[in-house]
């Protein structure tokens, strides 16, 4: 177990030692809360139970999983609808994949292509 | 981390004067300082990790705090804890600075226990980060979506009243530029005194963090938004930083 400061049910920061070691006194009560090990920082604490973020997909996620083809529309923003795209990311798995079927429709990548972003 | 190391070569600090025999020693990740051969006294300065986006939108965060204290008759080890993005950075119990909160109206961190400490500049707009707190002041807050400038250094000004700056791409550092509209990896200043150090101002969109000055993100987080090492708020918060003299 591990020593963590909450802030709004976020961990702002976890103590690599013990905080009254480590830290001034008047930093070192923040970090009130015992967190497991796989706890990290920017995990959610709810109900004391660590709640890890959901995947988001960014658009360094979308190009990595682009043929060299589609990489070269992409970053040129061949068509109007890239841009639109590139404006909504990052996004989480269902929004994510909207867009991607979106991209597919506009034959800027294809059904592989988008299927292997997802993952 | 090589303009870290090369500030050793200039121990000239027009605010804290050189102390001790003038050396240095950085900490970039956290570890142990062990008092030298002859060494009863150290000076610590520690500065916050800069907060990040914190999964809102694409919100900065603020920036670090700092302290500075003059240790009389250190201990013969010290841990030293050198905080992550919104991470707490620390010379032991002596003297800490904690680090900026996450997105929007995220908070700067504060310094505590130091001779003098100041409070890292806020989050106050959507896309911006706050600066870094330094010896000269409270970092400045990040705003300017509308092209509206930063909020200068909050209420407390350091030695000659300067603040940590005000920003709208670069305005108000006082040191190399605290923000500059460049996409890609925040770049280092070639720092040479070490009270110049996180003296970059709070950002505005678009703007990746030089010198402890905050990063502004626009919609993608590839596209910018680092705050500036050390302790700049952004989308991507900078790390911190623990030096000590002797």
Redesign the interface.
């Known amino acids: 177990m591990k020593y963590a400061w909450i802030v709004n049910n976020y961990i702002k920061d976890i103590a690599w030692k013990n905080p009254s070691e480590i830290y001034h006194p008047d930093v070192a009560q923040f970090y009130d809360t015992q967190v497991p090990d796989t706890a990290v920082n920017g995990d959610a604490w709810v109900n004391g139970e660590v709640v890890k973020p959901a995947k988001q997909w960014g658009a360094t996620d979308f190009r990595n999983g682009m043929t060299l083809a589609e990489k070269t529309k992409w970053d040129s923003d061949a068509v109007p609808e890239i841009k639109t795209v590139k404006a909504e990311l990052p996004k989480e798995r269902a929004e994510t994949s909207e867009l991607l079927d979106f991209l597919v429709s506009v034959n800027v990548i294809s059904q592989k292509t988008a299927e292997k972003i997802l993952g | 981390m090589s303009n870290l190391q090369a500030i050793q070569n200039f121990p000239v600090n027009p605010i804290s004067g050189t102390y001790g025999s003038g050396k240095v020693q950085l900490f970039s990740a ?1 570890g142990t300082f062990t008092r030298p051969t002859g060494v009863t006294n150290v000076r610590a300065r520690c500065w916050g990790g800069g907060g ?1 986006n ?2 809102t939108g694409t919100s900065g965060g603020g920036g670090g705090g700092f302290a500075i204290k003059e240790i009389i008759g250190v201990t013969a080890t010290v ?1 030293v ?1 050198v ?6 950075s ?1 010379f ?5 600075a ?2 900026g ?2 997105g929007t109206a995220g908070a700067g961190g504060v310094g ?2 130091g001779d003098y400490n100041s409070t890292g500049g806020a989050s106050v707009q959507a896309n911006c980060g706050g600066g870094a707190a330094s010896i000269w002041g409270n970092g400045g807050g990040g705003r300017g979506a509308s092209g509206v400038p930063g909020a200068s250094g909050m209420a407390a000004l350091a030695v000659d009243g300067i603040p940590g700056g005000a920003g709208l791409y670069g305005a108000g550092s006082f040191y190399g530029n605290s923000s500059f509209l460049n996409i890609g990896s925040p770049v280092q200043p070639a720092w040479n005194s070490i009270d110049f150090i996180g003296t970059g101002g709070g950002s505005s969109v678009g703007a990746n963090g030089q010198n402890g000055g905050g990063g502004g993100s626009v ?5 910018g938004g680092y705050g500036g090492y050390p302790g700049g708020g952004g989308f991507v918060g900078a790390p911190g930083l623990v030096i000590v003299e002797y």
């Open positions: 956290s990040g914190g999964g841990t804890t905080g992550a993005a919104g991470g707490s620390s032991g119990s002596y003297v800490s904690t680090g909160g996450s505590s226990g919609a993608s987080p590839t596209a």
